[in-house]
């Protein structure tokens, strides 16, 4: 259910089909995305409903996500059909965005102040609050060109890579505090994991190096002696990949990779935060890693994610971590990505999409093993039986781990009449001790077979317990769990 909110910010009106006085929602798509916390809200509803007239240009509206809690958003436009097709579009966006960029800030200068204290103060007459604020270490920051509080803001914690949300708190149909919550890291890890190019067909992946940069340049501020801070001055010794070479910080396997004819693709941070030059090279570093590596994009439709992982997609929040496997790169990508972006509709939960980005590199020890083993393998010819005797070691060790997999069954396994459900937990044994007890160290993959040992398409589960309905199938089938560190 919803709520909707006169320019006075008085609740008027609900909406919602399982609201028995609610104007129904024909239609809606919420669109989410991780950067500045930015969101938008579509929705049609009937026109010619009592409760649609209360909607209103610059009017507001509450919307409920599930765990994720409400956020309040400001109508900008109402389209309205009449005639066979009585509707009402209605175009809403994120309410701080208003809110933010109609307040300037005029100039001045924090000095040694707390991020709590500098945020706290860009927010005033705002109607907005600082909420949750997870680094209040002391700043210096000077405000000099007349930004909105919204851009203030953003500065402010761009240094820290902060992540920013954007909440109400509501008691009863009334909203008690507008809030603005900074996160170190939006979302929670989770344990999905989906493979492209192998049970998700429908994934678009996007892979673009318009910026992509190997060495980046670190532009200071002035000191209070009037001389420009420079990583040049910094006594610091970089781990490799990087090196500091005069201004600038550079990436060697970058530039290996993805350097202009053995030279350095030059980006230029300019950093108006770092009050000396060690903190100039740290922030510079860490920009440089954004973007020394093509920016990777993974589309996944939200009804096949929820069909092949058995992921509840109501339950994915935006920032949260989860793994892909990518079996097209030669060798197989183990990564780790985090939802940026979530498009989701209440009225048709079987539609939407999320999409993905921040991909980090996992090490499979496993396959750095063999990859070594092999590299052995081809450069010292005289030593090939030995080589192959540790490698059928390594296979027979990886087999009898596999092997001692044991399913324990908890509950029946047979279902009656078409109804109950049985809980399997996957142990996993090494010479006679089980492993693994809180299932982080492995991935457990399930897959289902029918009578004709044919396997089952589109039911594909992770995790170390499975729980399966009698709604999950509709004959006698078989379960298979395989095991991968």
């Known amino acids: 259910m919803w709520f909707i909110l006169n320019k006075s910010y008085q609740t008027v009106g609900v909406l919602g089909n399982d609201a028995p006085l609610g104007c129904p ?30 909607l209103e240009t610059e009017g507001f509206v509450v919307y409920t996500n599930g765990k994720d809690g409400y956020e309040l958003f400001r109508i900008k436009e109402i389209e309205e059909s009449h005639g066979d097709d009585m509707t009402k579009v209605v175009y809403c966006e994120t309410s701080a965005t208003s809110d933010l960029t109609s ?30 604020c997870y680094y209040d270490a002391l700043m210096t920051i000077e405000i000099s060109d007349y930004p909105t509080a919204l851009e203030a803001i953003r500065t402010a914690i761009s240094s820290f890579g902060a ?29 999905v994991v989906f493979e492209y190019g192998y049970n998700l067909q429908g994934v678009k992946r996007k892979e673009d190096s318009n910026k992509v940069y190997t060495a980046m340049i670190g532009v200071g501020k002035e000191d209070a002696n009037g001389k420009q801070i420079s990583i040049m001055d910094a006594q610091v010794v970089p781990d490799a990949p990087f090196e500091k070479v005069d201004d600038y910080v550079g990436d060697t396997d970058a530039l290996e990779q993805w350097g202009n004819n053995g030279q350095h ?24 890693k954004k973007y020394n590596k093509p920016q990777l994009s993974y589309e996944v439709e939200v009804a ?44 048709e939960p079987d539609k939407g999409k999320i999409t993905l980005g921040e991909y980090v590199l996992l090490k499979v020890q496993p396959i750095l093993a063999i990859q070594k083993l092999q590299k052995t393998i081809q450069l010292k010819q005289d030593e090939w039986n030995k080589a192959y005797e540790k490698a059928q070691e390594a296979q027979d060790a990886v087999s009898q781990i596999k092997d001692q997999i044991k399913v324990k069954v908890q509950g029946v396994q047979t279902f009656k009449n078409g109804q109950g459900e049985i809980t399997y937990v996957a142990s996993l044994f090494q010479n006679g001790t089980e492993i693994d007890l809180d299932g982080t160290e492995y991935i457990y993959s399930w897959s289902m077979y029918d009578i004709t040992n044919t396997r089952v398409p589109g039911f594909a589960r992770t995790g170390k317990s499975l729980t399966l309905k009698a709604t999950d199938f509709d004959t006698r089938v078989d379960l298979d769990c395989k095991v991968y560190q």
């Open 103 to 132: 307040q300037i800030i005029r100039p001045v200068t924090f000095t040694s102040k707390s991020l709590s204290d500098v945020i706290s103060t860009l927010l005033s007459n705002t109607g907005w609050e600082l909420g949750e």
């Open 163 to 191: 992540e920013i949300e954007f909440k109400v708190e509501m008691s009863g149909l009334s909203i008690v505090r507008r809030v603005v919550n900074l996160y170190e890291k939006r979302g929670q890890v989770t344990d």
């Open 265 to 288: 693709i030059f980006g230029v941070f300019n950093d108006q935060n770092a009050t000396n030059p060690v903190e100039l090279y740290n922030n510079t570093l860490e920009e440089l």
């Open 304 to 347: 096949m994610l929820e069909q092949i992982t058995g992921y509840d997609h109501s339950k994915v929040s935006i920032g949260d971590t989860i793994r892909v496997k990518d079996t097209t790169f030669n060798p197989p990508l183990y990564l780790e990505a985090r939802v940026l972006e979530k498009e989701l509709s209440t009225v």
């Open 25 to 54: 929602i024909v239609s809606d798509t919420h669109h989410g995305q991780l950067e500045n916390g930015y969101s938008t809200l579509q929705f049609t509803v009937p026109s010619d409903h009592p409760t649609s007239s209360l």
